[in-house]
């Protein structure tokens, strides 16, 4: 059974920075594309990060775009979101998503599997 864990979340004041991880167990992270998404109190899912399975290509969100960084940690098994800069309009629960041999699409429906999310608090 495949199961994703995120963690890293918490609480930080506006302009600080936090680095989320997923790990997995039941699979190797090195054959799925991972996506990051987001979902805040009230709003849909969105697209935060992805990268693709290969490690060759990742793409962001453009309100993100900058201030977070995708990337493999091979070591630890691990693919993390380093989010620096952070916004109170980052306020969200944060989610990793895996696709099998995926490119690291923005949609959310070639993700197989997801986590349960991990809680990200910006205070200004």
């Known amino acids: 059974q495949v199961q994703l864990v995120e963690s890293g979340g918490g609480l930080v004041q506006a302009g600080g920075s936090l680095r989320l991880s997923c790990a997995a167990s039941?699979?190797?992270?090195?054959?799925?594309?991972i996506g990051w998404f987001r979902q805040a109190l009230g709003k849909e899912r969105e697209f935060v990060a992805a990268?693709?399975?290969?490690?060759?290509?990742?793409s962001y969100a453009d309100s993100v775009k900058g201030r977070f960084m995708i990337s493999r940690d091979a070591a630890k098994k691990t693919v993390n979101l380093q989010m620096n800069s952070l916004k109170p309009e980052d306020t969200a629960v944060y989610y990793c998503?895996?696709?099998?041999?995926?490119?690291?699409?923005?949609?959310?429906?070639?993700?197989?599997?997801w986590g349960q999310g991990t809680q990200v608090t910006v205070s200004s």
């Open positions: 998503a895996a696709d099998l041999l995926g490119s690291g699409t923005y949609y959310v429906d070639p993700y197989e599997y």
């Open positions: 039941g699979v190797t992270l090195n054959n799925y594309a």
């Open positions: 990268i693709s399975w290969s490690g060759g290509r990742d």
